[in-house]
């Protein structure tokens, strides 16, 4: 396959996958995940591979989630209204197969965190096996300011990573949290010095580099096997998402984020549950 959201380095036994959308923080589209899912499995069945560390270009951001341009920006109700992102999946985005491939490469994956690491940007840096900050990273969920959520490892992962009390705050209050914030409460194994991060990253590559690979292998498998029940649960889940989404709810929050102001969600929902607005009426006045 070849690359153009990304890019993809191997040497030494390690593979470097960088997303390359600084233009957008970062954020992934459809294309972007394909390739992503392309690298990781590229990098994680080279046995030459022993780390693959994930990284997003520029000092701006490691990933800021889903592509806000990216919506189906349709009206509830119009024949290809579907509020996804237009390619494979459930919403229209393979996240799912991405979130599965990061645990499924039998090598360590680290986050390299520059900058923020926010919304779907924050949960691929979750689901990496290790995590390592330069200390401008800023952290936090967003889905709720913008209609939407994840509702599989984002959440429920993040829960056994952070606890309960503050994944329920990161999720509901969607606050940024700083490098030392989210070190202190265990979402980042180091936070460096911008100019260090690198080096550190590289620390700890050849750190890894020079432990057993098939005994690196089987304790990743051996941590996920514990919480693989949440990417049933998730799948469950990214179904509901697929029909919040075609919501006028949903909807209002995207357009908020790009309008540039708040977004009024409680007015789009009784809204919508009058009946109010194109096509509403189809869908039975739900809001998801
Ligand atoms: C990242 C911010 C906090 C940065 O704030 P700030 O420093 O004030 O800069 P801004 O002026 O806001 O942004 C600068 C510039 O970047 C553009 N931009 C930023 N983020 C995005 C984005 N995600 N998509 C498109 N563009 C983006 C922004 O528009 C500005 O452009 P200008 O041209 O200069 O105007 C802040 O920007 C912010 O909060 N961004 C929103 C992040 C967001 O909404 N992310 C999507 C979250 S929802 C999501 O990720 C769903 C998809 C998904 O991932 C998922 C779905 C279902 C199940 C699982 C998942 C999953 O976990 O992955």
Not at 222 to 245: E, H, K, P, T, V
């Amino acid at each position: 396959m070849d690359y153009g959201d990304i890019l993809y380095a191997e040497a030494d036994g390690v593979a470097r996958i960088t997303i390359n959308r600084p233009e957008v923080m970062n954020a992934f589209r459809a294309q972007t995940c394909e390739e992503l899912i392309d690298a990781f499995n590229r990098a994680g069945w080279n046995r030459e591979t022993g780390v693959i560390v994930l990284t997003g270009a520029g000092d701006k951001a490691f990933c800021t989630g889903g592509d806000q341009g990216g919506h189906d920006d349709t009206e509830p109700g119009d024949a290809a209204a579907t509020g996804g992102y237009g390619g494979r999946g459930t919403i229209g985005l393979p996240i799912e197969a991405l979130h599965d491939v990061i645990r499924e490469v039998p090598q360590p994956v680290i986050a390299r965190v520059q900058g923020y690491a926010i919304g779907g940007g924050n949960v691929l840096a979750t689901l990496c096996d290790l995590t390592i900050a330069g200390e401008g990273a800023r952290f936090g969920q967003v889905g709720p300011k913008v209609g939407s959520v994840d509702p599989g490892f984002g959440t429920a992962y993040l829960a056994r990573v952070v606890g309960e009390k503050r994944a329920r705050e990161m999720w509901y209050l969607c606050l940024r949290y700083s490098a030392e914030e989210a070190f202190a409460m265990g979402l980042v194994n180091a936070v460096v010095p911008d100019e260090e991060l690198d080096a550190e990253v590289e620390r700890w590559c050849r750190e890894l580099l020079k432990r057993s690979p098939t005994a690196l292998a089987i304790a990743k498998r051996s941590f996920n096997a514990d919480s693989d029940s949440i990417r049933g649960i998730g799948r469950m889940g990214m179904q509901a998402l697929s029909l919040y989404y075609a919501t006028p709810e949903s909807r209002e929050g995207g357009r908020a984020f790009r309008e540039k102001r708040e977004p009024a969600f409680r007015e789009a929902r009784e809204g919508s549950a009058k009946g109010e607005g194109k096509g509403e009426g189809k869908r039975g006045g739900g809001t998801g």
